[in-house]
């Protein structure tokens, strides 16, 4: 039997060659612990499952750039930052389009929107919205990586690739600028 190969090992040679034997091992290496942490953020099993595998088919098709100075070598935090970030994308489109039916239905019953509904939009897309989009890409970054992804903030530096620390400190500047918008 060979030798076990590293993760470095594994993923130059998938993003590299299209070594399908590296692609397998890095598949069974990776997706069982994958889909148990992207489970943990999100309880819809067969919408994780579909995460996972376009992890997985990114990574195999190369749309998914590794590369181990930025990586830092570390196979999990990558397929980590990728994973999350389409589950992410497959919650907002879920629920985008749960909007749009929801604004169909009130057009072909012409109901008129009770107050709460016009709260509760004012509180979606109003002020916060706007804070948001004004803060630098790198705090909101973190925000999403520790607030919407809940990862610890080590969990995030790896995600990121910053310092704990830098975390910390960015989500903290985060935090005071969305009070001083909101206030």
């Given at each position: 039997m060979s030798e076990m190969r590293s993760d470095g090992e594994l993923l130059r040679a998938v993003t590299a060659d299209g070594d399908r034997r590296a692609f397998e091992e890095l598949y069974r290496r990776y997706a069982p612990w994958l889909t148990a942490r992207m489970r943990t953020r999100c309880a819809d099993a067969a919408?994780?499952?579909d995460v996972v595998q376009e992890t997985f088919l990114a990574v195999w098709r190369g749309t998914a750039r590794w590369r181990e100075d930025a990586a830092g070598a570390d196979a999990a935090g990558w397929l980590w930052r990728i994973a999350s970030r389409r589950l992410v994308d497959a919650l907002r489109g879920a629920g985008a389009r749960g909007r749009l039916r929801q604004a169909l239905a009130r057009l072909r019953h012409r109901?008129?929107?009770s107050a709460?509904?016009?709260v509760l939009a004012g509180v979606e897309h109003g002020d916060l919205a706007g804070a948001?989009?004004?803060?630098?890409p790198e705090l909101r970054a973190v925000l999403q990586a520790t607030v919407v992804d809940g990862l610890t903030t080590r969990e995030a530096a790896v995600l990121l690739g910053i310092p704990p620390g830098t975390v910390k400190t960015r989500a903290m500047r985060a935090r005071r600028q969305l009070r001083e918008a909101l206030a």
């Amino acid at each position: 039997m060979s030798e076990m190969r590293s993760d470095g090992e594994l993923l130059r040679a998938v993003t590299a060659d299209g070594d399908r034997r590296a692609f397998e091992e890095l598949y069974r290496r990776y997706a069982p612990w994958l889909t148990a942490r992207m489970r943990t953020r999100c309880a819809d099993a067969a919408l994780v499952d579909d995460v996972v595998q376009e992890t997985f088919l990114a990574v195999w098709r190369g749309t998914a750039r590794w590369r181990e100075d930025a990586a830092g070598a570390d196979a999990a935090g990558w397929l980590w930052r990728i994973a999350s970030r389409r589950l992410v994308d497959a919650l907002r489109g879920a629920g985008a389009r749960g909007r749009l039916r929801q604004a169909l239905a009130r057009l072909r019953h012409r109901d008129e929107v009770s107050a709460e509904e016009r709260v509760l939009a004012g509180v979606e897309h109003g002020d916060l919205a706007g804070a948001l989009v004004r803060l630098s890409p790198e705090l909101r970054a973190v925000l999403q990586a520790t607030v919407v992804d809940g990862l610890t903030t080590r969990e995030a530096a790896v995600l990121l690739g910053i310092p704990p620390g830098t975390v910390k400190t960015r989500a903290m500047r985060a935090r005071r600028q969305l009070r001083e918008a909101l206030a």
